[in-house]
């Protein structure tokens, strides 16, 4: 299709960097683990695993914008099936954020409902969107999947940062006094 065509170098970058990233958080994840503070499954389970989820979702629809289907009907309803299971599980993380009795270790901030909860939703729903839509006005709808792994990659980006800021100038604190 030639309309996919058009997008090859922008998934190539967005996939390349998905996928570096994902292996970076695997060795931060990795090196964290060394010196693990108390419930911190908790934290993990509402910040750390959405970010993956977010970086790896980038990296399938980048990957599958590469295969050279035969219609848009197909590869848009891979789309759908993504969108609607992004936007189910960004609920959950925000259950899971929100949740102060499951998740106590940190208390969110409006940028934490941001990251982790509404940008996402945006990004879920306008792929759901573009799904529906990409039979009637396929360029548009590429667009709409393009800016969808754009922002879960940027998400991601943001999150694996805010991540890793918490352990070093937060927890960094609690390492120096155990030195002592």
Do not use: C, K
């Not at 964290?32 to 108390?38: F, Q």
């Not at 009907?73 to 789309?79: D, E, F, G, N, T």
């Amino acid at each position: 299709m030639s309309e996919l065509n058009a997008w090859d170098n922008f998934y190539v970058i967005v996939g390349s960097a998905a996928g570096a990233l994902i292996g970076l958080q695997f060795v931060v994840m990795t090196l964290i683990a060394e010196r693990p503070s108390l419930r911190v499954a908790e934290a993990g389970a509402a910040f750390a695993t959405p970010t993956i989820i977010h970086f790896s979702s980038a990296l399938l629809l980048s990957a599958l914008q590469q295969v050279p289907w035969p219609s848009i009907a197909i590869v848009a309803y891979l789309w759908g099936i993504i969108g609607f299971s992004g936007l189910a599980y960004t609920l959950i993380v925000g259950r899971r954020v929100l949740g102060v009795r499951r998740q106590t270790i940190y208390l969110p901030e409006f940028e934490d409902w941001l990251f982790h909860v509404l940008l996402p939703l945006a990004a879920y729903a306008t792929l759901a969107m573009s799904a529906t839509a990409a039979r009637s006005d396929t360029r548009y709808a590429l667009f709409g999947v393009g800016a969808s792994a754009l922002l879960l990659l940027f998400v991601g980006i943001h999150n694996a940062w805010d991540s890793i800021a918490y352990q070093v100038f937060t927890r960094r604190p609690d390492a120096d006094a155990d030195r002592r």
